[in-house]
């Protein structure tokens, strides 16, 4: 095996795009000013963040006023579910087992403070949300509502119905906040046609630079800041803007929209085939959630069956130079397994690896990856 790298984990992260880097370097270098200061030197800053606001919402099919630059997905999650208690006067949150912990957390920690009651969405036995339960549980909420579902799950890719979710929180008068960290710069959205309060964004899941994110309030929500001082982001986010991370987010999501259609098409395809191969080369191998359905076209969580050897997979993997996760990158390290494939697939004779595909991987890192791991199990 060749020490050059596999990097199969793009559901972390993605590899920085140079074009990316290039469209930043200017404002990591001589143009530094303040975009708050009145001088044309910080105005020159302040307009490069309006553009790139008005070419996220243009792409978004959103209005420019609905986009706030954050520091990633987490803190756009955080912001709308916090702020829809505080604010929207929330008093029952409907969320699902399998959300990431960036809204997990954010509701049991509301939850404990008795903030707010928390019910959980039943799961179909492929990891999809039951939306006649989803009815039931708006249908018997006594209190103003949110509803915090993923538009697709970050370790098994499963793909929510957002615009049956949608529709039926109009219907019930409830908040809908979904988690589009995996989404955005993966599918085309149209926020002016989706009937959603909140999505989120992180750019570091679309070649795009880390720590910086967005949040999309739709217009017809009215909250308060959830981080106070200068006022910046219209009065929503202060703290001196990240310049060069806004400026990245924006040209990482113009080039993932230019070339989406062949990048979904190339990806797809080698997800299929390392499945297939899988299927071939390792007997009893099984995969999770909805593979072949409605799923992301970049993850494929695949379980092998539970030995000495394979219990040792990623940590064998990752001395072979192949970087791939065990369920999610935010559990990886702590041996306590992943509450996602806890919810679906309990089954501890089976040992559960994350694959996620990039346009920068290629059918013959496939394999020698399916080689090795022959090897491996």
Partial sequence: MSSKRIYFDNAATTALDPQVLETMMPYLTEK????????????????????????????????????????????????????????????????????????????????NLDLAKVSYVKLLPNGHVDIDDLEKLLASAEEKTLVTLMHANNEIGNILDIHAVGELCKLYGAIFHSDTVQTVGHFPFDLRNTPVHFITGAAHKFHGPKGVGLLYINENVRIKPFVHGGGQERNMRAGTENLYGIVGFAKALEMA???????????????????????????????????????????????FPKTEKSEMILFNLDINNICASGGSACTSGADQGSHVIRAINNNPNQVTVRFSFSKHNTREEVDMVVEKLKELV
């Fill in 32 to 111: 530094f000013g303040n975009p708050s200061s009145i001088y044309s030197y910080g105005r020159e800053t302040r307009m490069a963040i309006e553009t790139a606001r008005k070419t996220v919402a243009k792409i978004l099919n959103a209005h420019p006023a609905e986009i706030f630059f954050t520091s990633g997905g987490t803190e756009s999650s955080n912001t709308a579910i916090s702020c829809a208690i505080r604010d929207l006067g929330c008093r029952h949150i409907i969320t699902s087992p399998i959300e990431h912990h960036a809204v997990s957390h954010s509701v049991e920690h509301l939850d």
């Fill in 257 to 303: 929209t230019a070339t989406h259609e062949e990048d979904m098409a190339y990806i797809g395809t080698l997800k299929y085939y390392m499945m297939d191969e899988l299927k071939k080369n390792i007997p009893g191998i099984a995969f999770n959630g909805d593979a072949l359905g409605r799923c992301l076209y970049t993850v494929l969580s695949a379980s």
